[in-house]
């Protein structure tokens, strides 16, 4: 089964601060994607990550993708209440099938 | 364009009944997916389709449910003899085609509660 965990589950933190978000799983994939999700909506793709060791960077959030195609983390730079929102991460080893992570729920405080 | 669309947005039934929902992808997107989302966490995977063929559905929890897309553009995933346990809510997505990076586009869902 593939699976994958995402930490921490619930994270608060204030205006201005930096954070990291994890996912991570003992399955490789061959891509592996970040969502954001606000309530009463569906997920937004922020950034889909494809090589080992890859880098992106969106704006102030930074994702990797592990060397070994397994885990991945998402850093916000000095986080704005904006970015408040359940983040989701999804790997997919075969085309059309993602398998999604619970995701953190972030809340940015002014 | 528009994106992708659902209906109905909330459907309340009573248990055993059958309930069919629609999924409207974006016009032209070979690929159309359908997952199941509990408060609180991750979408689930159900199934999915390219054009009109459904390509793997693995995820779907037993033979009550169904989905199909006869013209390869709406589909409807059929949910017959409905139990409590089904309450949740249902997203479609689709993409422009089945590629391991292709971006899906998710829709606003329906969600479905089983009294």
């Known amino acids: 089964t593939q699976l994958l965990e995402q930490s921490p589950q619930f994270l608060s933190i204030q205006e201005g601060e930096n954070l990291t978000v994890y996912c991570n799983s003992s399955?490789?994939?061959?891509?592996l994607q970040w969502y954001r999700q606000e309530p009463g909506e569906g997920p937004v793709l922020l950034v889909t990550?494809?090589?080992?060791?890859e880098v992106k960077k969106l704006k102030r959030l930074t994702f990797q993708f592990g060397d070994a195609r397994k885990d991945s983390s998402l850093h916000i730079t000095a986080a704005q209440p904006g970015d408040t929102g359940l983040y989701l991460c999804a790997g997919a080893r075969n085309a059309g099938k993602s398998t999604f992570g619970d995701g953190t729920t972030l809340t940015v405080k002014p | 364009g528009a994106g992708v669309s659902q209906s109905p947005r909330y459907k309340v039934t009573k248990r055993g009944q059958d309930v069919a929902l629609r999924c409207d992808p974006i016009s032209g997107h070979v690929s159309l997916y359908w997952y199941r989302q509990a408060l609180g966490q991750g979408p689930e995977f159900l199934t999915y389709f390219n054009y009109e063929a459904q390509q793997d559905k693995s995820g779907l929890p037993n033979d009550r449910f169904s989905a199909e897309r006869p013209e390869g553009s709406i589909s409807t995933l059929t949910i017959q003899r409905t139990e409590q346990r089904d309450s949740a809510m249902y997203r479609c997505?689709?993409?422009?085609?089945?590629?391991?990076?292709?971006?899906?586009?998710f829709g606003p869902g329906t969600r479905l509660t089983v009294l």
């Open positions: 997505a689709s993409s422009l085609g089945g590629s391991l990076s292709g971006t899906q586009y």
């Open positions: 399955s490789v994939f061959s891509s």
């Open positions: 990550v494809v090589t080992g060791g």
